[in-house]
């Protein structure tokens, strides 16, 4: 066997290598959903996940040594068929089981199918795919994968309010993981509209180039402002007391503007036309991109102030989460509010670092 054939030879055979330990890694996943969550772990020691793990170490280095993947189309049936239709049947049975709409355990009793281990089986979908996926696949798709992962993401984060509300409940409250991400995140934006501002070279005309530094550096101020007030200026971290008289007129007792008792009833409804816009500037704009507007100065600005449809569910969740409180009341949603929040700012996040990568430092045209 000469070195050509040799090398072809390896080549099928670490494809067929991928092949085969993802398929065992589903069928691992597979016995949980067919007998019962748990089986794997009794009869194997070790859980599907654990298996998940080794199975993508296995990957992993199989790919740093052979230089090698599994082609585009295995990572598109993943992230956008399998996972997707995974987690919507693993959903929708435990939403007709869970609010009564059919009786418990209806689908093993007919179907001897378990949900809750259904759902885990996105888990394999997902990882294989993200690790297999290349830069040119990122680059080609990755607006669509960042919509799937927020789509994902919701739904996990409903289906561990509903199945582990105590630990859910510390992962949003004061204080949390959610809040420090959030404020986070509101600096990221701070620092990236203040970048942006330095790219004001793009604009030929001396009007709109002082409008786009004007708007860039208010809103790097108004995301510090936010930041620091998600966090209550850093009061519970520097263990600083609240004064009387701010405390008396603050719904938490902190120190913070946003929840004192003037601005807290605003709050809402300025998250309600953040979502709002969010959502109904992209749909305007792509009504109207064909006939208005075409000329190459109101496409810059279209860039700017248009929320990209990758990001229509993280306005559209904030906007959902207000519309909910305000027709169901303010606490029966309420451990929504700051996972909305952390959605939104995330949204806002990637479209200044968008808009930061595309936007050339002179004239010329955009980057796709």
């Not at 959903?33 to 992993?60: D, E, M, Q, R, S």
């Not at 009793?109 to 281990?117: A, E, L, M």
């Not at 949390?176 to 934006?189: D, K, N, S």
Request: glycine residues 8%; aromatic residues 20%.
């Amino acid at each position: 066997m000469n070195l050509k054939n040799f090398v072809k030879l390896s080549s099928r055979f670490g494809q067929l290598l991928f092949k085969f330990s993802y398929l065992m890694t589903i069928g691992i996943f597979l016995l949980d959903v067919i007998f019962y969550a748990g089986f794997v772990k009794n009869h194997f020691v070790l859980t599907p996940l654990n298996f998940l793990g080794l199975g993508l170490i296995f990957h992993v280095m199989m790919i740093y040594f052979t230089k090698q993947r599994l082609h585009t189309s295995f990572v598109a049936f993943n992230l956008y068929y399998f996972a997707p239709l995974i987690l919507f049947f693993g959903g929708l049975a435990y939403y007709l089981e869970e609010y009564g709409l059919l009786f418990p355990n209806y689908f093993f009793t007919n179907f001897k199918i378990h949900y809750v281990s259904l759902l885990w089986m996105a888990a394999p979908a997902i990882t294989f795919g993200l690790i297999h996926a290349t830069l040119g696949f990122w680059k080609l798709h990755w607006r669509q994968l960042f919509f799937l992962l927020m789509f994902i993401l919701i739904l996990a984060a409903g289906s561990w309010h509903t199945i582990e509300k105590v630990e859910y409940k510390k992962f949003v409250a004061e204080d949390g993981v959610v809040e420090y991400l959030t404020a986070i995140l509101y600096m990221i934006c701070g620092i990236f509209a203040l970048l942006l501002s330095k790219k004001r070279a793009f604009f030929l005309q001396n009007w709109p180039r002082k409008i786009f530094v004007v708007g860039c550096t208010l809103a790097a101020v108004a995301f510090f402002l936010v930041a620091g007030e998600e966090i209550s200026w850093g009061q519970r971290l520097l263990g600083l007391e609240t004064p009387a008289v701010i405390a008396d007129q603050n719904r938490q007792g902190e120190i913070n503007l946003h929840n004192s008792e003037a601005l807290w009833p605003f709050v809402y409804s300025a998250y309600a036309v953040i979502g709002i816009y969010g959502i109904g500037m992209w749909l305007v704009n792509w009504l109207t991109e064909d006939f208005l507007f075409q000329e190459k100065k109101y496409q810059i600005w279209r860039r700017i102030v248009v929320p990209g449809g990758h990001l229509f569910l993280n306005f559209g969740l904030i906007a959902l989460y207000v519309w909910l409180r305000r027709n169901h009341g303010p606490w029966k949603y309420s451990a929504w509010e700051e996972i909305s929040e952390l959605f939104l700012v995330l949204g806002i996040a990637v479209h200044l670092i968008e808009l930061y990568i595309t936007f050339p430092r002179k004239s010329g045209r955009l980057i796709a």
